[in-house]
Nanobody, 128 residues
Framework: QDPLLESGGGSVQEGGSLKLSCRAVPYTYDNFCMGWFRQAPGKEREGVGY??????TKSYADFVKGRFTISQDAATLYLKMDRLEPEDTGMYYC???????????????????????WGQGTQVTVSS
């Protein structure tokens, strides 16, 4: 059974919204970095943002520009995406990583290469 199960993807018009979910199975990821990543066709995977579940610290990629919000409850991680743009099209993945304590020099608790538990992804398509 996949340890992380994403859902909520779909097709929307530019300016629309979607809320992605990532359910942790069979246990919750307490004291972990839980991140969202995406990969557009022909491009490398990039980080969208993450939450450090211990204290709910969040960090987002610059391209989010305040449009996306990461949240969590119990065993589910969410990514609320508003004002979607065609450039947001891609496969979205959630992932888990153990945090670095103390944090990295930039204040982050995890770097991209730390993530070693991944879901299978959910497709987001934004049309203009």
């Amino acid at each position: 059974q996949d340890p992380l199960l994403e859902s909520g993807g779909g097709s929307v018009q530019e300016g629309g919204s979607l809320k992605l979910s990532c359910r942790a199975v069979p246990y919750t990821y307490d004291n972990f970095c839980m991140g969202w990543f995406r990969q557009a066709p022909g491009k490398e995977r990039e980080g969208v943002g993450y939450i450090y579940t211990y204290d709910s610290t969040k960090s987002y990629a610059d391209f989010v520009k305040g449009r996306f919000t990461i949240s969590q409850d119990a065993a589910t991680l969410y990514l609320k995406m508003d004002r979607l743009e065609p450039e947001d099209t891609g496969m979205y993945y959630c992932a888990a990583a153990r945090p670095r304590i103390p944090s990295l020099a930039n204040g982050d608790y995890c770097s991209t290469q730390d993530y070693n538990v991944w879901g299978q992804g959910t497709q987001v398509t934004v049309s203009s």
